[in-house]
């Protein structure tokens, strides 16, 4: 049973580029949430998806930054025009939710996105 | 709340000794918890949960702890190995937000051998 799996690992952008962060949940899980990661910090909660909707994206900044999960493929998170502060490592965690109650979200390892 | 852009917590432990990290969750509406273990480069790994009913949950070498009147959560793991040097994650879980969690800062636990 494969987990959540995230690519690429290692992301390097210029200022002004665009940067496409894939997530696939764990089989069977329906819900993806991305988190972003700067050094020495915790996790800072950005949009959580299901297949085809957005459920919460206030963490999300609301320019340069969109999240999809489609029916079909990877859940992508995408950054556009990247700048010098978006250098951090990027989470996808997956669930499913069982009666509508929060369940325990299941990690990738990452991608860690470097804008020179 | 979340605290940004302050220094990780740390804890140093001995070989063999037990650890307890803490941590103070903010919203007293939270009913799920959950320990994440993060080692260097990877992303958080799932120890152990708990739910707002329960005072004590035990794993293997680990033990939760919730105490709802003042808001804290705390991890124990019993005779601690050098595998387990990590920085360690409390996360709490809010039913009305779905599945939204807010995470702490962390605490970067060394075992020194």
């Known amino acids: 049973n494969a987990g959540v799996m995230q690519n690429p690992r290692h992301l390097v952008r210029r200022r002004g580029q665009e940067a496409r962060l894939r997530c696939s949940p764990m089989k069977g899980h329906s819900h993806v949430y991305w988190y972003r990661q700067l050094p020495e910090e915790g996790l800072k909660f950005m949009v959580y998806l299901q297949k085809e909707n957005i459920i919460d994206e206030s963490g999300m900044p609301k320019e340069r930054f969109s999240a999809e999960f489609p029916k079909e493929g990877p859940s992508i998170l995408r950054i556009q025009q990247v700048v010098r502060g978006d250098s951090a490592a990027y989470f996808c965690a997956s669930s499913p939710i069982r009666r509508g109650r929060p369940d325990t979200q299941y990690f990738g390892p990452g991608t860690r996105l470097t804008v020179l | 709340g979340e605290s940004v852009g302050l220094h990780l917590p740390t804890l140093s432990v001995q070989e063999g000794d037990n650890s307890i990290i803490n941590c103070a969750y903010s919203n007293s509406a939270s009913d799920y918890f959950i320990w994440y273990k993060q080692e260097s480069g990877k992303g958080p790994q799932f120890i152990i949960d708990?739910?707002?009913?329960?005072d004590k949950r035990q794993g293997q070498r680990v033990t939760v702890l919730l105490n709802k009147t003042v808001k804290h959560l705390s991890l124990q793991i019993a005779a601690t190995q050098p595998g387990d040097s990590a920085v360690y994650f409390c996360a709490e879980g809010l039913e009305n937000t779905g599945n939204q969690f807010y995470f702490g800062t962390g605490t970067s636990l060394t075992v020194i051998p």
């Open positions: 708990i739910r707002s009913n329960m």
